[in-house]
């Protein structure tokens, strides 16, 4: 026993001393605490009522929209920790489980940027440990990767550190990423919440790593799509390669699947499936060749297609223009909300407004069997509200999230209000 916790005080003196190392390797340090750019979020748009207004105003922990595959992605980033003198840890540690509680019970990625910890503003070892154990099954569970950007061997002695605590299962989770480049191969970069202070850190490594500057590497011009492209292009384009069919076929034929074959099942949406199957599933659409979603035996195949469809338009299904509109949606009386979003539903064209009407009939039948499926209208809104609208220049903050989710859930639970008596193409009114 002795011994162990030898061993242990040993290697927290020696990541102690590699992080003092690290520090004077990188004079000057990046200033901790909040950045204010364009990639970071504002402290002023946080409501000071906000239950961890104290915390959440350092921007140390964002939601950043779903990965490439229907997860949702959470990040952590160092360089946003003031020194620990200013923040209250345990109140950090509050504050996390508060966040993940609102995702947990779907599958989810971690994203944490080391860079920018300093012997400052770094939690104690002990605080390390009591967060690790307050983790319980119903945090690990769901994880499906924690990716470690920019490591040192502070990271490595941590681990080793904890390694008697984790389970085989959950080492297995943690993924190292050298470069911001390599997120690309795995993540919706472009969602992603990543301070200044990351980005230059990342620009300084790959420089160091050439010994000089890399020029700009002129890219080939993109392909143009398929005839047969069903995903990353737009609706219209769709629409005119499809003989004029006004609900794209992954929408249509996604939901005229989960409505025979998935309304009841549990946490609908939530889950993710095996990445190869996605990418197969959207070659074939992409070739134009028939899918079919019967032969794959499991109804979060077509759930993820959905998702993925709405994720990868190149504008949002309800538009850049209303995002601005949806953000204000907590200043409106709460009695005029239903009206008001209907309002900014019936000034979107025509085509978007029959594909939203489509897709959130669909929701809101799968809100009517929420006793079976576990999915309310509240919980779709917090798996839908990302892939319906998002900002045209930037990600959308963990503040942000709020008042797109409600605007979300209005829509489910108020459909029948919302969107009128008329139903949209191949459904008969009830």
Request: charge should be positive.
């Amino acid at each position: 026993m002795n011994s162990s916790m030898n061993s242990s005080s040993h290697l927290e003196q020696l990541a102690e001393r590699e992080l003092q190392q690290n520090e004077d390797r990188n004079v000057p340090e990046a200033p901790s605490g909040p950045q204010t750019s364009t990639s970071s979020p504002d402290p002023s748009h946080l409501d000071p009522s906000h239950p961890f207004y104290d915390v959440a105003r350092h921007g140390i922990i964002q939601v950043s929209g779903d990965d490439n595959y229907g997860r949702k992605l959470i990040t952590f980033s160092s360089c946003c920790l003031p020194p620990s003198h200013q923040l209250d840890h345990r109140r950090l540690l509050e504050y996390l489980k508060f966040t993940l509680d609102q995702y947990v019970e779907m599958d989810y990625i971690l994203v944490y940027f080391h860079h920018g910890l300093s012997s400052r503003n770094k939690p104690s070892v002990k605080w390390l440990r009591e967060a690790y154990n307050e983790f319980d099954r119903k945090y690990k569970k769901n994880l499906k990767t924690l990716y470690v950007v920019h490591p040192t061997n502070f990271i490595r002695i941590i681990w080793n550190i904890f390694k008697p605590l984790i389970s085989h299962k959950f080492g297995q989770k943690l993924m190292y990423v050298n470069y911001l480049a390599e997120l690309k191969d795995h993540l919706n970069y472009e969602q992603l919440i990543i301070p200044p202070p990351v980005l230059r850190h990342d620009e300084k490594l790959r420089a160091d790593q050439s010994g000089a500057p890399r020029p700009p590497v002129n890219k080939p011009p993109p392909r143009p799509p398929l005839p047969t492209q069903q995903f990353g292009v737009s609706l219209q384009y769709i629409r005119e390669k499809n003989r004029g069919a006004v609900i794209p076929p992954v929408v249509s034929q996604t939901v005229s699947f989960l409505k025979q074959n998935g309304l009841r099942t549990e946490g609908l949406f939530r889950r993710s499936v095996r990445v190869q199957i996605i990418k197969d599933v959207q070659k074939l659409y992409n070739l134009g060749k028939p899918v079919d979603f019967a032969q794959y035996q499991d109804v979060h195949v077509p759930a993820v297609i959905l998702k993925t469809f709405l994720r990868e338009l190149p504008e949002p299904l309800l538009t850049f223009r209303v995002y601005n509109q949806v953000q204000e949606i907590l200043s409106v009386n709460s009695s005029l909300r239903v009206t008001r979003c209907k309002q900014i539903m019936e000034s979107l064209p025509e085509h978007n407004f029959i594909v939203a009407k489509y897709l959130l009939s669909f929701l809101h039948m799968v809100s009517q069997e929420s006793i079976a499926n576990k999915m309310s209208a509240s919980n779709l809104s917090c798996v839908f509200g990302v892939n319906l609208v998002w900002p045209r220049h930037s990600s959308i903050s963990l503040s942000a999230l709020t008042p797109l989710n409600i605007f979300t859930e209005i829509l489910i639970e108020h459909f029948p209000t919302v969107f009128g008596s008329r139903c949209p193409p191949g459904q008969v009114t009830p």
